[in-house]
């Protein structure tokens, strides 16, 4: 009896010996993503531009100001800084705009500006502000009768500083959600007010001139 009661005491010390630790289970921490910041968009926009010129030669013959149809891009740099860049072409005639064969006189503008703006944005709000600044060249190509020398086209390029403000609206009329693979992502509506400020010195025409836009521009 009493060999059997250690036996089986013995028996008990071993199977303690031999069995596993027990461990407690590690508290496992979820691991956080980080959210990838989202992508800031780019900007296509199909705009109407009023011009008006501070040449009175271009006002007696032609027009004092017009309306220019333009495209613009608008890239992100980084942070809130964006680049615009933006071309308008304009073609005018002697009789108030209407071609005729007649036509003797013809003028043409096209504007080209590089405008780094910074962008004041609200998460919460649909509008976003700009104010930017930038070089701006105004080509322009007038025909005419020959002059003395026999030539009948005088062409050429004002460089000039642009400084604008303006504003985006968002119409909502995209939603990711609705359309999560179209390649638009939203639909805007701006406007800016910009001065083309012509540098000084040089000859031929001055295209020195007060813009104003308003634009539909696509988030890409």
């Not at 968009?41 to 199909?46: D, E, G, M, N, T």
């Amino acid at each position: 009896m009493g060999t059997t009661l250690l036996l089986m005491a013995l028996a008990s010390v071993a199977r303690a010996q031999d069995a596993p630790p027990t461990e407690s289970p590690e508290e496992t921490t979820p691991e956080v993503a980080e959210e990838e910041a989202p992508r800031t968009p780019v900007l296509v926009s199909i705009r109407g531009i009023a011009e008006t010129w501070s040449d009175p030669g271009i006002g007696t013959v032609y027009a004092s100001g017009g309306l220019l149809g333009g495209i613009g891009v608008v890239v992100p740099l980084f942070g809130p800084l964006r680049l615009d860049v933006e071309a308008a072409y304009r073609r005018m005639y002697t009789d108030d705009g209407a071609e005729t064969p007649n036509d003797s006189l013809r003028m043409e503008v096209l504007p080209v500006s590089f405008v780094v703006e910074y962008v004041l944005s609200n998460d919460d709000s649909p509008v976003e502000g700009f104010v930017g600044l930038g070089p701006s060249f105004a080509g322009y190509r007038e025909h005419h009768p020959p002059d003395e020398t026999g030539l009948g086209l005088t062409r050429g390029a004002k460089f000039s500083l642009e400084p604008r403000a303006g504003l985006r609206f968002d119409t909502g009329l995209v939603q990711a959600r609705m359309a999560p693979t179209s390649p638009v992502q939203g639909v805007d509506v701006e406007i800016y007010g910009a001065r083309r400020l012509q540098l000084p010195g040089g000859t031929g025409f001055d295209l020195d001139a007060w813009r104003g836009g308003v634009g539909l521009a696509f988030r890409i």
